[in-house]
């Protein structure tokens, strides 16, 4: 499957941005985001299943909605209140499991955030 992300950029602190990945065919399981900042290792975002449940990273807790249209097998980021620390590479990917990611990856776009 490929991923196409789309979305992010520059937003100072306090403002909101949002990102969305398309997938090239019909996707059954988990998709979500994750994040990787400079020196970091690559973190869970946030995660939805086809049904709709969610999961979220503590630190994107009420300031970031995952959400997900399965006819287009695309899903959506909606971050608000977005914090310098949110700044970083983000990636698409589908079938993660246990917070864990699954094999499929977008090829990332870069949310910055300045203070």
């Known amino acids: 499957v490929q991923l196409a992300e789309s979305g992010g950029g520059l937003v100072q602190a306090g403002g909101s941005l949002s990102l969305s990945c398309a997938a090239s065919?019909?996707?059954?399981?988990?998709m979500g985001w994750f994040r990787q900042a400079p020196g970091k290792q690559r973190e869970l975002v946030a995660t939805?299943?086809?049904?709709?449940?969610?999961n979220y990273a503590d630190s994107v807790k009420d300031r970031f909605t995952i959400s997900r249209v399965n006819v287009k097998n695309t899903i959506y980021l909606q971050m608000n209140s977005l914090k310098p620390e949110d700044t970083g590479v983000y990636y698409c990917?589908?079938?993660?499991?246990?917070?864990?990611?699954?094999?499929?990856w977008g090829q990332g776009t870069q949310v910055t955030v300045s203070s």
């Open positions: 990917n589908v079938g993660a499991a246990n917070g864990r990611p699954g094999d499929s």
């Open positions: 065919g019909f996707i059954f399981g988990t």
């Open positions: 939805i299943t086809r049904g709709g449940s969610t």
